[in-house]
């Protein structure tokens, strides 16, 4: 009972053999699976993924390494499609300041106005967050976030970090690089996330775990990080994937 909570399947790595990724992912234990629609280009897909299949949800939402292409249209289009019966979030929407195609005060009026959006409607948000981590805890704290919380997207910070970030209503969830070898900080917060508050996820087709790391990501391999966070838990993989799963559910409002 395995939920992937973060995955991007209809990204072009995947035009060759997609029906076949998720079936790997149903064979491995996946039941549930969150698609992230995050600009003009991959919104449509990712509608359209979950359309077709009852199991996969979709997120709306516009990544700030994007911010700068966003026009007010499109902010009208992502509301409009978070009445769709499968859209669970608005996401994925943050910081990036690790690429510099958009300016930083571009990308902070967009996530303000996301996070405005989804207070308007009360609907989680999913966090983008690379090299940014005091402006999107200030950011999310001004705009007000806990009212709607949601998830701190593949968590990279500190547990000073991921404190704040459950004091303000926020999930935790954690993918690929929490197997790695040389990953301590990763696995020292995932020891001390409430359980209640812990997700797991891909982030395919990138961020693959070990043993696959340098290779394509898949949502399959969600059950290689529940085997690491059920062993850094001291619980089982069966123990640790319902306890996610059902964490999706209650956040996310999956069947």
């Known amino acids: ?46 509608i359209a993924l979950a359309e077709r299949y009852d199991f996969i949800y979709s997120t709306v939402g516009w990544h700030p390494v994007d911010a700068i292409d966003m026009t007010p249209d499109d902010l009208v289009m992502i509301e ?67 009212e709607v919380g949601g998830i701190m997207h593949c968590f990279s910070g500190s547990w000073e970090t991921a404190k704040q970030c459950l004091d303000m209503n926020f999930h935790i969830s954690f993918g690929g690089p929490v197997t790695f070898k040389n990953a301590k900080q990763p696995k020292e917060v995932l020891a001390q996330v409430p359980l209640d508050r812990l997700l797991i996820e891909t982030d395919a087709p990138y961020l693959t775990p070990h043993p696959f790391r340098g290779k394509r990501n898949e949502s ?26 059902n964490n999706a559910i209650r956040l996310l409002g999956l069947k």
């Open 1 to 46: 009972m395995l939920t992937d909570s973060h995955t991007h399947l209809n990204a072009e790595q995947f035009n060759e053999d997609q029906d076949e990724v998720i079936q790997r992912a149903l064979d491995a234990g996946v039941t549930r699976i969150v698609n992230v629609g995050f600009n003009r280009e991959t919104i449509p897909g990712s």
């Open 80 to 146: 409009d499609l978070c009445k769709h019966e499968k859209v669970v979030a608005i996401g994925e929407i943050g910081l990036d300041y690790y690429w510099d195609k958009s300016p930083k005060e571009v990308q902070q009026r967009v996530f303000r106005e996301q996070i405005r959006l989804a207070r308007k409607l009360n609907m989680p948000i999913v966090i983008h967050n690379r090299d940014a981590h005091q402006d999107i805890l200030n950011i999310l704290k001004e705009e007000k976030a806990a």
């Open 220 to 245: 399959a391999y969600v059950r290689l990080v529940a085997e690491t966070a059920a062993e850094i838990r001291g619980i089982t993989l069966e123990e640790l994937a319902e306890i996610t799963t």
